[in-house]
């Protein structure tokens, strides 16, 4: 049974629940767990049986494609307030998980169960709306990361992502090659070269952009 302090952060994240009645809220909830996992978690593995349709309060869940060498590509992030596409499809399609999902970072989420998900799918269209919406948008970022690994070099991936995040960069060599499906030796040499050239400058998990234009002008080649 979930706290008053739980549900509210709930609607907060989720306001698309907020049209339920009551009533069903209180239903809605009477089964739910509340979760609270440490970061490097496994959330979700490849083959697992999916238990239930996750909602994010805090923190952040990574969802990789883990290859036989065990390098990693990850496939998107999900927030508070997001859903992941993967669980969906799962519960939806009555499927095992095929790829996995870890905690970035110290996270709470409530779980609720696959027959409170399908009941929500069944009966609320505006939560069926917003499960859509968000595999809308999901596909179209993975579409994205697909073109990416298909027809861009890894240099330029890795100057795109760069040029994505802030001016100084907090990650290791080893976090970039993750988010790229890279190693982390390919990546320190890319990233030395770039410094190199002056466009970056490197210090410890710390990455300063010096050259942005240069930097964004070369991932779009």
């Not at 239930?52 to 990574?62: E, H």
């Not at 969802?63 to 596409?85: D, F, H, M, N, W």
């Not at 779980?111 to 069944?122: E, G, K, Q, S």
Request: hydrophobic share 45%; aromatic share 8%; proline share 3%.
């Amino acid at each position: 049974m979930l706290t008053d302090d739980t549900l509210s952060r709930i609607m907060q994240q989720y306001p698309v629940l907020r049209g339920l009645s009551s009533s069903e809220f209180g239903e809605l909830f009477e089964t739910a767990n509340l979760l609270q996992l440490a970061a490097g978690t496994v959330v979700f593995d490849e083959k697992q049986r999916c238990q239930g349709f996750p909602l994010l309060l805090s923190g952040s869940l990574r969802v990789v494609k883990s290859a036989a060498s065990g390098r990693e590509l990850r496939l998107y992030r999900v927030l508070p307030g997001e859903s992941c596409i993967l669980t969906s499809s799962c519960l939806l399609g009555d499927t095992p998980y095929q790829a996995r999902g870890l905690a970035e970072e110290p996270l709470e989420m409530v779980v609720l169960p696959a027959r409170v998900f399908h009941n929500l799918i069944d009966k609320h269209i505006a939560f069926r709306r917003y499960v859509f919406q968000i595999f809308s948008e999901r596909i179209t970022g993975l579409m994205e990361l697909v073109t990416a690994v298909a027809f861009h070099k890894l240099d330029q991936r890795l100057a795109a992502l760069l040029v994505g995040k802030s001016a100084t960069i907090h990650a290791t060599h080893q976090s970039l090659a993750d988010e790229l499906g890279s190693a982390r030796e390919i990546v320190s040499r890319l990233l030395k070269g770039f410094a190199e050239q002056g466009w970056v400058r490197l210090g410890r998990e710390q990455i300063t952009i010096i050259d942005e234009s240069a930097i964004k002008k070369f991932a779009e080649l």
